[in-house]
């Protein structure tokens, strides 16, 4: 998607013929070129997660907090892989958590018992699959 929306703007830019208007031609060639350097850097971000993504195998269960855990607390539960934000899934809240937020980092090798204090409240890990 963001791949063809790139060959689209570059296609746009190559196509944009130079009017007696010049100044009109220079602004619409660098709003392309800054939508081109837009979509390249979310088909980068993109990229990245979809590797990060791949990289997580569901099958193994995990003994240790670490990328690709779900981690129940006593009030939320934190996938830990890309920074997806707020998720629902069978009305469950989860927080799909990049491994190098503040907060992941804090969680990081813990195990099923374990407590942890982040923005002054103190957590408890109360499962991890």
């Known amino acids: 998607m963001a791949e063809n929306e790139l060959k689209e703007l570059s296609k ?6 130079k009017s007696s208007a010049g100044d009109k031609y220079e602004t619409g060639r660098d709003m392309i070129n800054l939508e081109k350097e837009k979509v390249a850097e979310n088909l980068a971000v993109s990229s990245k997660m979809k590797s990060l993504l791949s990289q997580i195998d569901p099958a193994i269960h995990l003994s240790k907090v670490r990328t690709g855990s779900l981690v129940r607390t006593e009030e939320e539960m934190f996938f830990i892989s890309t920074s997806l934000g707020k998720i629902t899934i069978d009305g ?10 503040p907060i992941a980092q804090v969680m990081l090798d813990l195990v099923i018992g374990d407590s942890f204090t982040f923005n002054e409240k103190k957590k ?6």
């Open 12 to 17: 746009s830019a190559a196509e944009d013929t």
């Open 124 to 129: 408890s890990i109360l499962d991890l699959s």
């Open 92 to 101: 469950e809240v989860i927080f799909a958590i990049s491994p190098i937020s």
